[in-house]
């Protein structure tokens, strides 16, 4: 169906249409059959070069490598034209340990041919660190790749960071690339099924008014009315790795609506893991295609070397893809089709072109299977639990490390309901299985390492994660998934609104300004929770700062109250804390002496997730399992004071994700 379309272009001729209709021919015999899509690399021009495969046209400056065009159907350019090197670069946010950051654009030196032929052009951009380069560049050989192949809508690009022996030490926080979209074409977004809608202009932000944010701005006199009123902010446009796989923009501006699509089949060379948070698209019109960075994490995921220390990885492929309607649909067939390009992407993954000796192709690439059962003692469905489990490799560490982990590769998946896995398509090398559990607490590790060798297959047969557990369940609050959603996400300010998510309850914590709401909503008193009356909507999802009437912060104190109606067991009781965000706090828990000093537990100063200020649900994941001697408990009514004490801005605080009282072990 797809295929058609883009097959009636003007450029491919009827004759070819007439056959893809007559004799309904595979893509693979048209690629062949068509003289048109043989793909063109014409290096005549000493700053420029063109590759061309008859559907797609691309100029790219030489040395550097910054894609100054890309024509596609009749229109010339769709990237923006006022740019000027400005429209499709790759660019890395650095700094040297202890200094503050650079922001780098990679510009080439070294421009190479690496395979030429009618099917296929991979194209090198290398730019060589050297010393002279200390103070303006990071100091890691960038290597940015362009593969474009006949009869493809769209282009490769893949980056690959050496570094050799001897390079000093560097904080590398974010690599990406940046596409720079038309402005006067590409109005309407789209990354999920729900998250699309049309979009403000860049001229917008301008004219509107700069919130408490820095992204986040109100728009005051948008060109199109329709934004007026509206915030606009790059982060509410966030989503996990995971879904972070396909987001665009659609052109309604041309005779046939066309797409501009990211499309990133393999989550491998991503840092954080499987749920890390990430931009795709926003206003500009501007798509990214994030490899590494520090959002919803914090400079604690910053990818570190040493000085002297080697390193080489491979981020990407991902795929440039365009489309077009000319069935006069709606955007939502491209967006469809995209869906589905994606799915192809997916299944040709691991690709088997691209010629980096570097890239692991799929015969290069081992696989591990198994099983994992959850065993808790105490948990009311029995022994063994099926899972719907996160399994994933990445390099060794403790448990749970793979959150914070920015340099090796990393391979998840998800366990069916009865906990068998399969990873495949694994880079060889050293790892450690992890995993976790969404209903219960605390991070699996395999206690080996795992070594992945070309072409290998390893069976781990059946694994049994014990999740922290003490005793028997007193109390709980709310649901260990790692997320704050099940609690009291506020109504957002009514002149502070993105329309998209105003119908969109589930999207509902991506409003501007919700950390606000704490102040308005608890004015009096802070938030007290009792056990067996209130629910996970009698929580709030963010233990934020309070806003003082003088624009000051004060820390804010939460207490769960609960009756204990047994006499007290003599031993340890456990509070099992599982936060599912924390940014710049200090959560000190006491109990029954709501100023006891020092706190009976404090976890000291912990996160930089940012995640209440840029509208996530969650940043990453803390535990932490107290001991609560039983001396300070009593039969009867007991207290518990959550306070988070570290309060100079309105986005410091912690989500929970889950709290539950534990028994001492039943022995
Ligand atoms: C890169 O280009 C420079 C200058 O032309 C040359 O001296 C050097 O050998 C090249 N390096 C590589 C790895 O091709
Ligand atoms: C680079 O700069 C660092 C200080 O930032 C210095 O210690 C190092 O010696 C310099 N290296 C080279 C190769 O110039
Ligand atoms: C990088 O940051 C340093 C400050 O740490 C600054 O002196 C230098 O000019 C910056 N370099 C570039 C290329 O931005
Ligand atoms: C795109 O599709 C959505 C949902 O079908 C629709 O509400 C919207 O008006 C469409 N936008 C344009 C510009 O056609
Ligand atoms: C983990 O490995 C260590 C050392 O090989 C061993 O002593 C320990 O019993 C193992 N633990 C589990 C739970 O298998
Ligand atoms: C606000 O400032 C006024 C004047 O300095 C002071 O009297 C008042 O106590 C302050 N209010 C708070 C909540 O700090
Ligand atoms: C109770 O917890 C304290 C503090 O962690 C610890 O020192 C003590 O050994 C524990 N007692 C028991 C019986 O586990």
């Known amino acids: 169906m797809k295929m058609m379309n883009v097959l009636s272009k003007k450029k491919l001729g009827v004759f070819l249409q007439l056959c893809f209709l007559l004799c309904a021919c595979s893509e693979k015999t048209l690629r062949e059959g068509s003289s048109t899509s043989i793909v063109k690399l014409n290096t005549d021009d000493q700053q420029q070069l063109v590759v061309d495969n008859g559907i797609v046209s691309v100029t790219l400056s030489r040395p550097e490598g910054y894609i100054l065009g890309i024509s ?26 202890g200094k503050t950051g650079n922001f780098s654009r990679i510009h080439g030196t070294n ?10 052009v991979e194209i090198s951009f290398l730019r060589i660190w050297t010393p002279s380069m200390n103070e303006t560049d990071a100091p890691i050989n960038i290597d940015k790749r362009y593969i474009f192949r006949s009869g493809d809508s769209g282009f490769y690009s893949y980056v690959i960071f050496d570094r050799p022996e001897g390079m000093p030490a560097v904080e590398v926080d974010q690599i990406r690339y940046v596409y720079k979209l038309n402005k006067d074409m590409f109005k309407y977004m789209a990354l999920s099924d729900t998250r699309q809608r049309s979009m403000p ?37 966030s989503c996990e790795n995971t879904d972070n796989n396909v987001h665009g923009w659609i052109s309604f501006d041309s005779d046939e609506p066309m797409g501009f699509w990211l499309i990133t089949p393999s989550n491998e060379f991503r840092n954080g893991g499987p749920i890390k948070q990430d931009l795709t698209s926003h206003v500009g019109p501007i798509t990214l295609s994030m490899f590494v960075s520090t959002h919803y994490a914090g400079k604690e995921v910053t990818m570190a070397f040493e000085d002297g220390e080697s390193y080489k990885k491979v981020f990407g492929p991902v795929f440039v893809y365009l489309n077009t309607d000319s069935s006069e649909n709606d955007n939502s067939t491209l967006w469809s089709d995209a869906v589905q390009q994606l799915s192809k992407e997916v299944q040709s993954w691991p690709y088997d072109f691209p010629q980096s000796k570097d890239y692991f192709p799929p015969n290069q690439r081992g696989m591990v299977f198994g099983r994992l059962l959850v065993q808790d003692r105490y948990f009311k469905g029995g022994r063994f639990q099926y899972t719907n489990a996160y399994i994933g490799l990445a390099l060794p ?30 880079v060889p090398g050293d790892y450690n299985l992890y995993g976790w559990v969404p209903g219960f607490i605390g991070d699996y590790k395999y206690n080996a390492t795992i070594t992945i060798t070309s072409g290998g297959v390893l069976n ?24 704050a959603s099940e609690f009291h996400v506020p109504d957002p300010y009514p002149t502070l609104l993105n329309k998209l998510y105003s119908e969109q309850r589930k999207d509902k914590f991506r409003q501007y300004g919700l950390w606000e709401r704490y102040s308005d909503i608890y004015s009096d008193a802070d938030l007290v929770y009792t056990v067996g009356v209130d629910k996970n909507k009698d929580w709030f999802y963010a233990q934020v700062t309070r806003i003082t009437e003088n624009k000051t912060y004060e820390p804010t104190t939460w207490q769960i109250v609960f009756e204990h109606q047994n006499d007290i067991i003599t031993g340890n009781y456990t509070l099992q804390l599982a936060l599912a965000s924390a940014s710049d706090a200090n959560l000190e828990v006491r109990f029954n002496d709501a100023g006891v000093d020092p706190p009976h537990f404090a976890t000291g100063r912990i996160g930089g997730d940012n995640a ?38 309105p986005f410091q605080g912690v989500m929970y994700d889950y709290i539950r009282l534990e028994r001492p072990p039943i022995t």
Do not use: C
């Not at 421009?111 to 296929?120: K, L, R, T, W």
């Not at 932000?205 to 820095?214: I, M």
């Open 460 to 483: 781990l047969d059946s694994l049994i994660y014990n999740p922290p557990r003490n005793g028997p369940t007193i109390w709980e609050i709310g649901i260990p998934d790692r997320l």
């Open 111 to 120: 421009f190479s041919i690496i395979a030429a032929d009618e099917n296929m």
């Open 201 to 237: 202009a860049m001229k917008d932000r301008l004219t509107g008014q700069n919130l408490a944010y820095p992204e986040a701005v109100l728009l005051t006199k948008p060109i199109d009315p329709q934004f007026r009123g509206e915030v606009d902010d790059k982060y509410q446009y």
């Open 72 to 97: 596609y159907n009749g229109v010339d350019n769709i990237l923006e034209s006022e740019n000027k090197d400005d429209r499709g670069y790759f660019d890395v946010v650095w700094n040297k340990p």
């Open 612 to 649: 209440i200020a840029r509208h996530g649900i969650h940043g990453l994941y803390w535990l932490f399992s107290i001991d609560v001697p039983s001396n300070v408990l009593v039969k009867g009514q007991n207290v518990i004071y959550l306070k988070q004490s570290r309060a100079i801005n």
């Open 397 to 426: 560490g403790d448990a749970g490390s793979w959150q914070r982990e920015s340099k090796g590769y990393q391979f998840w998946t998800r366990a069916n309901a009865k906990g068998y896995f399969k990873i495949d398509n694994i």
